[in-house]
């Protein structure tokens, strides 16, 4: 059945199976039944409404031309009920394509970036942030109005299609069966472009991912980029990524268009030759007007559906190849998922000849052994690239060790409770990282990452501890506002709300990877004290600043290998 399916639609072999494919694609569709069941739904409707305007409307011309007997105010008035249903179909159409398919939309996106969170980290990441977003934005956007819209609306193509052919065949078999047989021919002709359809496709998708980087990485980077007078280059630079897009999707456009006037001209013949069949036959008096008029009404209803449906073809080339992207995504093992293993303070950390080496082979820990003490405060010193933040990982579980042993643990009475450094451990810990890592919105929706369930006088307490009163001097406090990348605020205020979130947390083991570095001296160390007055919790800094180590129970130094 595969191979059958793959040489209908020439597609080219992938590094997914067709099967692979479509079993994704029906689980997909298995989230989003009412939407596609309720689109279907509407669909045979409004053919059987439009099948029934045909003979409303040949039943209308033939009373007023005195073809047949009838009443001709009556047989208007069941058209406009038929156009009243066909009207209120269009609208129920919308209506459900519209709301129901913006929430389809999002709950496919909910669940793709609940799957990349939740899957394993590297270290490295494998795509451009802009990509990915592409992906989650462009590709589930195709992958969701394929399964809820096309695929429901070629049901509805096919019984039109086979109804129309029912109704002409039944006036006039010859005349059927020429308009549908001439159909198949040029549909042959107009596949020759599907040959490589599919691979234009990804192309364009990549070309646009790679758009969209460019993009983003400019705007994020505009202070630079605007430091370095270097406002010309990146344009020039965007400029000749738009142009690779643009050559491709000429390419796409070329095949498409001699599809397209392929189709045309035979949906064009096939017309000419209904219309020509119904004038000899209306002059031979065999055909009244009435039925001249239902003749070209279905014949138009036979060939707008075979259009319809050789367009799936490159319909389903777009939705695999969109398929395949999103499918990519997936492709990174989840984390171990279970209950969390909570521990209660103060909590240890001990490293057991551990070694870890990235996906390149490159060796960045070797043989390290060391123990962080329960309630006491390392300093981790070491030059740039010796290991430092690969260590912070491997306690954050983040990394698994390629080698040793490395985990936390707990005294219990006489008896010491350990457990394996994994994401289940990661609710012991909080962590400071390196760097601005606000997110836009309010201080408040910031600390509340932290805790969500925070009072304001828990906040207020943990911006105290981190020496962050600055804000309770802001008209709006709590509620001022930060933009990405806590824009608006400077690199201390951001770097103490951050350290506030992770107090705000109150885990037994706190990890600062060098959040001190845009503090001020007498600022780093009253706010050293006052992180350092709970004697429960397990302290790490990761730092380059000797000052540091005055305060620390312990020094660890990484010699970079």
């Not at 965007?238 to 142009?243: A, D, G, K």
């Not at 559906?305 to 777009?318: E, H, Q």
């Not at 939705?319 to 395949?324: I, N």
């Amino acid at each position: 059945m595969s191979s059958f399916i793959k040489k209908a639609f020439r597609l080219q072999e992938s590094k997914y199976k067709l099967g692979e494919i479509l079993r994704w694609l029906w689980h997909v569709w298995r989230g989003n039944r009412l939407q596609a069941c309720l689109n279907a739904l509407i669909g045979l409707l409004a053919v059987g409404v439009s099948l029934a305007q045909v003979g409303t409307v040949q039943h209308a011309i033939d009373v007023a031309s005195g073809s047949v007997k009838g009443n001709l105010y009556w047989a208007v008035g069941l058209i406009g009920i038929l156009v009243l249903c066909d009207f209120l179909l269009g609208i129920s159409s919308t209506w459900v394509q519209n709301l129901l398919g913006i929430r389809a939309q999002n709950r496919m996106q909910q669940r793709m970036l609940d799957r990349i969170l939740r899957s394993q980290w590297h270290g490295r990441e494998h795509y451009h942030s802009g990509d990915v977003l592409n992906r989650l934005e462009f590709d589930v956007a195709n992958v969701v109005d394929f399964l809820t819209q096309t695929i429901p609306n070629t049901l509805s193509v096919l019984t039109m299609f086979i109804g129309a052919f029912c109704y002409l065949f039944f006036m006039d078999s010859v005349l059927a069966l020429i308009t549908v047989a001439i159909i198949p021919v040029f549909v042959v002709l107009s596949k020759v472009y599907v040959n490589q359809m599919r691979r234009l496709t990804k192309d364009v998708r990549t070309e646009d991912s790679h758009v969209q980087s460019a993009l983003q990485e400019t705007i994020q980077h505009r202070m630079l980029i605007k430091t370095l007078e270097s406002e010309g280059m990146m344009v020039d630079r965007l400029e000749r990524i738009q142009s690779v897009l643009r050559h491709k999707v000429v390419r796409r456009t070329l095949f498409s268009v001699f599809s397209n006037t392929i189709l045309n001209i035979g949906f064009a013949l096939g017309y000419l030759v209904a219309f020509l069949w119904a004038a000899v036959r209306m002059s031979a008096h065999s055909l009244s007007f009435g039925g001249m008029t239902a003749f070209l009404q279905l014949v138009n209803r036979i060939q707008s559906p075979a259009r319809s449906l050789t367009k799936l073809v490159p319909a389903f080339v777009s939705v695999f190849t969109s398929a395949e992207r999103l499918m990519e995504l997936e492709e990174n093992p989840m984390e171990q998922q279970g209950d969390p293993v909570v521990l209660k303070s103060p909590c240890g950390i001990r490293m057991e000849h551990v070694s870890y080496a990235y996906d390149d082979g490159n060796e960045v820990l070797h043989d390290l052994n060391f123990d962080f003490a329960p309630g006491t405060c390392t300093a981790v010193l070491g030059e740039t690239g010796a290991g430092k933040t690969t260590l912070i990982r491997i306690i954050l579980g983040l990394v698994m060790p390629g080698s040793g042993g490395a985990s936390i643990y707990t005294r219990h009475s006489s008896s010491v409770l350990s457990h394996r450094l994994s994401p289940l451990t990661r609710c012991n810990l909080a962590y400071v990282p390196q760097g601005n890592t606000l997110l836009s919105g309010s201080v408040r929706d910031n600390l509340r990452l932290g805790k969500l369930s925070a009072t304001d006088e828990e906040m207020r307490a943990a911006l105290h501890m981190s020496c962050s009163d600055f804000l309770f001097e802001e008209a709006d406090g709590l509620d001022t506002l930060c933009g990405e990348q806590g824009s608006g605020l400077s690199e201390g205020q951001a770097q103490r709300i951050a350290i506030a979130r992770a107090l705000l947390r109150a885990r037994p083991v706190l990890l600062l990877d060098e959040a001190t570095s845009a503090l001020d001296p007498d600022t780093e160390r009253h706010l050293l004290h006052n992180i350092l007055t709970d004697r429960k919790r397990t302290v790490i800094f990761i730092t380059h600043r000797l000052a540091v180590k005055d305060y620390c129970d312990q020094t660890m130094t990484i010699e970079k290998i």
